[in-house]
């Protein structure tokens, strides 16, 4: 572990005529993992629990005493049989959802001083009852290819088995500097046959693991039903939870007593924070304003699939702070705890959603209301958190649509009342019949890649004038501009982009520099209209999607990074220039370097100020602002014919910052260039 059987064949196989026969290019289907072991004396009286915290997606869990299954194999698949005149092959627990974490008992199964079987036999076909319900926007890899663990408890103890929470619930309420409310609610299991006298003991425990305050609750536990317990506890003049600047965790520690001795316990983490969403104003922290830099992010790497590692995450999350992004969106599925548990400690701002994708079945009900549940509880108590995410483009049949919207916010707002709710529509209309059913609407949209263009120099819609609509129309709504981005492969090149991705070329052609200028006009476009309380930027990483008629390779390219995480694409530095701290000078269309063009335009992002250009050792005179304060040209720059090179730099509070490409001119690279064209589609790719 982790595992997926998926890693090549979803990322590699090319497209075939038969569009949508997945077999053909890769693997779905039943795949069975077996782990022996010999339970531990000391468990004996236990209770014991197994927990995966991933599985793609469709598990059965069986467990078998005494020897190994056998397998009978054909040429197509590999078979487990139990042979049931010898063992004991005993059903665990089913669990449907490729995202979230299951804890089953095992208990009552367990054979003590001798070898014992788990099988596991996991399935990432396409089942319209189970969401995602197919593999068009992103691959179902299969696999366990998160965590598993066994957790051994006493039989009173602390639930495990609630959808596999975090076990204890912690909210906040009257949140200012002076004071916090903080509610922990406890549920308790007793196993043990007997009534029982028991201590619920509670503390809250600083970054020098002071304790700030505790409270102890006694309580007389019943042998019936699991039950709850709640306490409340008032901490003065907290030290607060205020994102990137100074992302402070207390821990919330919790116990069961009985006669002064612990019979379970659980840590949490506790950001003392509030949010606040503003209609046509913005996000607030703690009262203040606090921009949403935001990008999205699949889970998913070249080689590996969903198998990640840790080092993985924090290699994902280190580029994410490079860029200067405050909040994620984790698009479109429950992500790794793990993730989770460090955008708490890094203070990033998150977005956490179910995979309710793409398309409607109507057999997805009451799955999408599972894996909710699964998200909020498994998640409830990371501060990071601020949105639950509950669909993603679904539409037809809109009144079903609606509807289950409608049931999955009321349920959302049952589980957790503290936090948002967001929907998200991929078309540029905030009133849909779908919409508003959520906190929050969202809306996706990519002017001049799938449709309309990029500035406004025809009939078709852009940006500026979308934004400036939606502006006058629907200022009293929560509105966040959820996605908008453009493929950009590092190979393909061009000296000058035109006002249309290249979507619907064959064979695909998607050239870094038609990305680079989407990105500049649509963040311009942005941060000059408060009716988006956020922004984010689709994706910050290449992804597969291995159902596409796009490209030959089974790939997204919308990402600021290439897939292996090797190359970072001039967006990316847009994005750093105009987020980060870091003092950015940085000359676009460096991979563009045999060019036909005598005269060019440069491009350069500074944040440091205007920056002098050099060409060839020349001063370039005509530098001047683009966009916005940022973005700076210089057009017209005749080049020399073979070699040139182009230098910019600043000196700012006596620092310098500069960058340097290279070009080769000459009149032999000069290329025809046909316009794109967009087409009035949004195929949510």
Not at 375 to 388: A, E, K
Not at 424 to 445: E, F, L, M, R, S
Not at 674 to 684: L, P, R, S, W, Y
């Amino acid at each position: 572990m982790p595992h997926t059987w998926n890693a090549t064949d979803m990322q590699t196989n090319q497209v075939t005529a038969d569009f949508y026969s997945t077999k053909k290019r890769f693997y779905v289907g039943d795949s069975y993992y077996r782990k022996s072991f010999t339970p531990k004396t000391e468990w004996k009286g236990k209770r014991i629990f197994i927990k995966f915290e991933g599985v793609g997606e469709n598990v059965e869990v069986y467990y078998v005493n005494n020897s190994p299954l056998k397998s009978t194999q054909n040429k197509n698949k590999v078979s487990y049989q139990s042979d049931t005149n010898n063992r004991n092959y005993n059903f665990v627990g089913r669990h449907q959802g490729g995202y979230s974490a299951f804890v089953l008992e095992l208990t009552g199964m367990i054979k003590f001083d001798q070898e014992n079987e788990i099988l596991v036999k996991a399935n990432n076909e396409e089942n319209p009852a189970i969401i995602p319900v197919n593999h068009v926007l992103f691959p179902v890899y299969g696999g366990i290819y998160r965590p598993v663990s066994l957790i051994v408890t006493d039989p009173i103890n602390i639930a495990v088995n609630d959808f596999a929470s975090a076990r204890i619930f912690i909210s906040q309420k009257n949140v200012s500097k002076k004071s916090a409310d903080i509610h922990v609610k406890v549920k308790v299991d007793n196993k043990s046959g007997q009534q029982n006298n028991i201590e619920i003991f509670t503390s809250i425990i600083d970054h020098n693991n002071k304790t700030v305050k505790s409270i102890t609750t006694p309580y007389t536990l019943s042998p019936q039903g699991r039950q709850e317990i709640i306490q409340d506890i008032k901490v003065n003049n907290p030290h607060l939870w205020n994102g990137l600047e100074d992302p402070y965790l207390y821990k919330v520690v919790t116990q069961i007593k009985k006669n002064n001795q612990v019979l379970d316990e659980v840590a949490q983490p506790l950001g003392i924070r509030k949010f606040e969403l503003k209609a046509n104003d913005g996000f607030f922290l703690n009262d203040k304003k606090y921009p949403l830099y935001s990008v999205t992010r699949h889970q998913d790497r070249w080689g590996k699939g969903s198998a990640l590692s840790n080092e993985d995450h924090d290699e994902d999350l280190a580029i994410i702070k490079e860029i200067g992004a405050t909040s994620i969106r984790l698009a479109h599925y429950q992500q790794s705890d793990y993730f989770y548990s460090k955008c708490d400690s890094l203070g990033l701002i998150i977005w956490a959603e179910i995979p309710f994708v793409n398309q409607v079945t109507t057999l997805e009900e009451n799955n999408a209301m599972q894996q909710l549940k699964e998200l909020i509880r498994q998640n409830y108590n990371h501060p990071s958190i601020y949105t639950w995410g509950l669909h993603n483009e679904v539409y037809t049949p809109n009144n079903y649509t609606t509807e289950l919207t409608t049931k999955l916010n009321d349920l959302a707002k049952t589980e957790d009342p503290y936090r948002y709710t967001v929907q998200v529509n991929g078309y540029n209309t905030v009133d849909h019949p779908v919409n508003n059913n959520a906190d929050i609407q969202g809306i996706n949209h990519y002017f001049g890649w799938y449709n309309g263009e990029v500035e406004n120099l025809s009939d078709k819609e852009d940006v500026e004038t979308w934004a400036n609509d939606i502006s006058k129309k629907f200022k009293d709504y929560k509105i966040i501009f959820s996605e908008y981005g453009a493929e950009a492969k590092p190979e393909d090149q061009v000296e000058v982009a035109g006002n249309y991705g290249n979507q619907w070329s064959d064979p695909a052609f998607f050239p870094e520099e038609f990305a680079t200028k989407f990105h500049i006009v649509h963040w311009a476009t942005i941060e000059k209209h408060p009716i988006f309380l956020g922004s984010y930027v689709w994706n910050t990483f290449d992804f597969a999607t291995p159902i596409t008629r796009l490209n030959v390779n089974p790939r997204n390219f919308k990402g600021l990074v290439s897939f292996d995480r090797k190359i970072k694409k001039d967006p990316f530095y847009w994005y750093k220039a105009n987020w980060s701290k870091e003092p950015v000078v940085y000359l676009t269309q460096r991979r563009m370097v045999n060019r036909g063009n005598e005269f060019t335009t440069v491009t350069i992002f500074s944040n440091q100020g205007t920056p002098t250009l050099t060409v060839n050792g020349k001063k370039i005179e005509n530098v001047k602002n683009g966009y916005n304060k940022i973005h700076f040209v210089a057009e017209n720059v005749q080049l020399q014919k073979g070699e040139n090179i182009i230098i910019a730099e600043t000196n700012l509070n006596g620092k310098t910052i500069s960058d340097k490409i290279i070009w080769n001119y000459d009149p032999k690279y000069k290329t025809s260039q046909k316009e794109a064209t967009t087409k009035d589609i949004h195929v949510g790719l």
